[in-house]
Nanobody, 115 residues
Framework: QVQLVESGGGLVQPGGSLRLSCAAS????????MGWYRQAPGKQRDSVAY???????HYADSVKGRFTISRDNAKNTVSLQMNSLKPEDTAVYYC?????????WGQGTQVTVSS
């Protein structure tokens, strides 16, 4: 499995921006899919965005046009630039890696959008 460490969460006002980053350890290059999930209190964990090692990105409808995912295969990192944040984006965000049919998860980072 892959070890994932996230950074970059915090408190931001509506309309603001945050950038999440995730670094994967392990001698696996490239990881097939890296991406982000989020889980709000009382709700299920949902996919936000992911990108394949070939650079194909997919976004949840709720974040299209506001969030941008990027990754560096050589460094095994993935980032999520979040713009125009809304209160409904408040959640714990988890980095995810899928490789050899196995999912790995980061510890999660809190994102709170509130005035």
């Amino acid at each position: 499995q892959v070890q994932l460490v996230e950074s970059g969460g915090g408190l931001v006002q509506p309309g603001g921006s945050l950038r999440l980053s995730c670094a994967a350890s392990g001698n696996i290059r490239p990881i097939f899919i890296m991406g982000w999930y989020r889980q709000a209190p009382g709700k299920q964990r949902d996919s936000v965005a992911y990108m394949t090692s070939g650079g194909i990105a997919h976004y949840a409808d709720s974040v299209k046009g506001r969030f941008t995912i990027s990754r560096d295969n050589a460094k095994n990192t993935v980032s999520l630039q979040m713009n125009s944040l809304k209160p409904e984006d408040t959640a714990v965000y988890y980095c995810n890696a899928l490789h050899n049919h196995l999912h790995s998860w980061g510890q999660g980072t809190q994102v709170t959008v509130s005035s």
